[in-house]
Nanobody, 123 residues
Framework: VQLQASGGGLVQAGGSLRLSCAASGRTFSRTAVGWFRQAPGKERDVVAGITWTGISIYYADSVKGRFTISRDNAENTVSLQMDKLKPEDTAVYYC?????????????????WGKGTLVTVSS
């Protein structure tokens, strides 16, 4: 499956952005999908993940209460609503698909990575 992330941009601190991850090639309705981010000079870290049913969701502590992940399997999209953005949220954001949420959290067995989208939060 090919993934494409979009929706990044420049926003002031406290603002909001909505990222979207679209799948093509084949459906990802039976896979977990997650969002990762990588700031300059830092490792790529998982931000949020959601199972294919949408029942189980994971958030990194740094984004809990501010970010919301959701998916529409009929449309083959996964979204990340980012509110109350902070300068430390600045990074390139990537979406990824894996068999389970555990795969995403542990960063192994990931099937597909999308090209990233840059999010810049100014202070």
């Amino acid at each position: 499956v090919q993934l494409q992330a979009s929706g990044g941009g420049l926003v002031q601190a406290g603002g909001s952005l909505r990222l979207s991850c679209a799948a093509s090639g084949r459906t990802f309705s039976r896979t977990a999908v997650g969002w990762f981010r990588q700031a300059p000079g830092k490792e790529r870290d998982v931000v949020a993940g959601i199972t294919w049913t949408g029942i189980s969701i994971y958030y990194a502590d740094s984004v809990k209460g501010r970010f919301t992940i959701s998916r529409d399997n009929a449309e083959n999209t996964v979204s990340l609503q980012m509110d109350k953005l902070k300068p430390e949220d600045t990074a390139v954001y990537y979406c990824a698909a894996a068999p389970t949420l555990s795969n995403l959290r542990r960063r192994y067995g990931i099937d597909s990575w999308g090209k990233g989208t840059l999010v810049t939060v100014s202070s």
